[in-house]
T-cell receptor
Framework: GESVGLHLPTLSVQEGDNSIINCAYS??????FIWYKQESGKGPQFIID?????DKRQGQRVTVLLNKTVKHLSLQIAATQPGDSAVYFC????????????FGSGTRLQVQP | DAGVTQSPTHLIKTRGQHVTLRCSPI?????VSWYQQVLGQGPQFIFQ???????GRGNFPDRFSARQFPNYSSELNVNALLLGDSALYLC???????????FGPGTRLTVL
């Protein structure tokens, strides 16, 4: 079936290092992708999104890369901070005029001081 | 501005009962979506409502239903609860049905 998945369930990095979280998707019809951050006891928080007509998009300390050839999405976090510790989800959507997001299972990012 | 609010925060029910969860979107937002998040997994889409009409439905049984009110708040109803319905139920609102979704903190439902 079509799904959004993640390569690594847990990623541990040192404070100040850059983090890269990867995601594979299989639905070639998806044309909108989002990264969410979810802290314990909270709902997902929007980080950054990208449409399929783009390869890269940058935000504040975050960059999303989209490789449509291999159906791969990545989130790069620069100078990772303890407050970045959370579970990160990628989500995809076919832009049919509504948002019915398909989420992956998540990657837990642990930032070591 | 207040974000998306959901009530109750936690809920414990027994099998066979029904439950009603409530969501108030961000002021001005006209679309509400519901997601189910089982522990250790990503959220799964249940419904999207826009302008009080159902605009999308995920792969959930008919025991799940929802509605949106004139003030754009929403209720999710689940009948004949099963143990497997235990999850965090998330509500997300967006300005229109195709915009960025903002999630609430969720309602933790435990079915015993």
């Amino acid at each position: 079936g079509e799904s959004v998945g993640l390569h690594l369930p847990t990623l541990s990095v040192q404070e100040g290092d850059n983090s890269i979280i990867n995601c594979a998707y299989s639905n070639s019809a998806s044309d909108y992708f989002i990264w969410y951050k979810q802290e314990s006891g909270k709902g997902p928080q929007f980080i950054i999104d990208i449409r399929s007509n783009m390869d890269k998009r940058q935000g504040q300390r975050v960059t999303v890369l989209l490789n449509k050839t291999v159906k791969h999405l990545s989130l790069q976090i620069a100078a990772t901070q303890p407050g970045d510790s959370a579970v990160y989800f990628c989500a995809e959507n076919k832009d049919t005029g509504r948002r019915a997001l398909t989420f992956g299972s998540g990657t837990r990012l642990q930032v070591q001081p | 501005d207040a974000g998306v609010t959901q009530s109750p925060t936690h809920l414990i029910k027994t099998r066979g009962q029904h439950v009603t969860l409530r969501c108030s979107p961000i002021s001005g937002h006209k679309s509400v979506s519901w997601y189910q998040q089982v522990l250790g997994q990503g959220p799964q889409f249940i419904f999207q409502y826009y302008e009080k009409e159902e605009r999308g439905r995920g792969n959930f049984p008919d025991r799940f239903s929802a509605r949106q009110f004139p003030n754009y708040s929403s209720e999710l109803n689940v009948n004949a609860l099963l143990l497997g319905d235990s999850a965090l139920y998330l509500c997300a609102s967006s300005l229109h049905r195709n915009n960025e979704q903002f999630f609430g903190p969720g309602t933790r439902l435990t079915v015993l």
